[in-house]
Structures are given as C-alpha cells and as structure tokens.
Nanobody, 125 residues
C-alpha cells in the first residue's frame, strides 16, 4: 500500500501564494501519474491538476488554470502544486493521488488508486 503524504497547507490571505508538496517517504513517484484534488465542506471533490510520470504532461481544472502550476522533482522524490493568486473559493482540503502512467495524465479521480490524507488550505483575510 502506497501512502502519499501532503504538506504545505495553511492560512493565507486572498491574493497570496502557497506551495503544496506530495511525497512518499523513500519512494520515487516517477512511476506514477500524480494528481491533485480538493474538497471543500459541503461540496463535491474537484480535480485541480495532474502531472505525468515523466513530467511532460500536465492538466489543470478550469478554475485554477493560469494560477496553479504542478511540477515534479525526481531528485526530491516529490510533486509540487504551486498556487498563486489564491481566492477564498480555493479554500479546501487538498489531496494528492497516484495512478498508472498514461499517455497524458487525466483528471478523473477513479484513475487514481493511492491517496494521501490531505492538507487544509484556507484563504481568508
């Protein structure tokens, strides 16, 4: 069982930035496509972004395009989600998930088998 660990969440003011990290201690994530999802209280889970195993494919949900950037660092064995221009509606618990490598990473949660416990991001003044 692969246990992903998210970190980097916190409280930030509107317009601010946060960078989330996703790791599996001692394990190289290059063998998987990695996606980020989020869920706010009372709302359905929303796909945020994904990055392919080689890092050459990325996808973004419409609500975060142009503001969020996903990347992976093989040396650090981590995937990052850089979030800029944060809005109150970005407040949610953010989860990273790992799935099989595909031609292009996809934003369908059913394609991802392994999930982390999530990290809370709150955007508020």
């Amino acid at each position: 069982q692969l246990q992903l660990v998210e970190s980097g969440g916190g409280l930030v003011q509107p317009g601010g930035s946060l960078t989330l990290s996703c790791t599996v201690p001692g394990f190289n994530l290059d063998y998987f496509d990695i996606a980020w999802f989020r869920q706010a209280p009372g709302k359905e889970r929303e796909a945020v972004s994904c990055v392919g195993g080689s890092g050459d494919s990325t996808n973004y949900g419409d609500s975060v395009k142009g503001r969020f950037t996903v990347s992976r660092d093989s040396a650090k064995k981590a995937v990052f989600l850089q979030m800029e221009g944060l809005k109150p509606e970005d407040t949610a618990r953010y989860y990273c998930a790992a799935g099989r490598i595909q031609t292009t990473c996809v934003l369908f949660s059913y394609e991802y088998v392994y999930w982390g416990q999530g990290t809370q991001d709150t955007v508020s003044s």
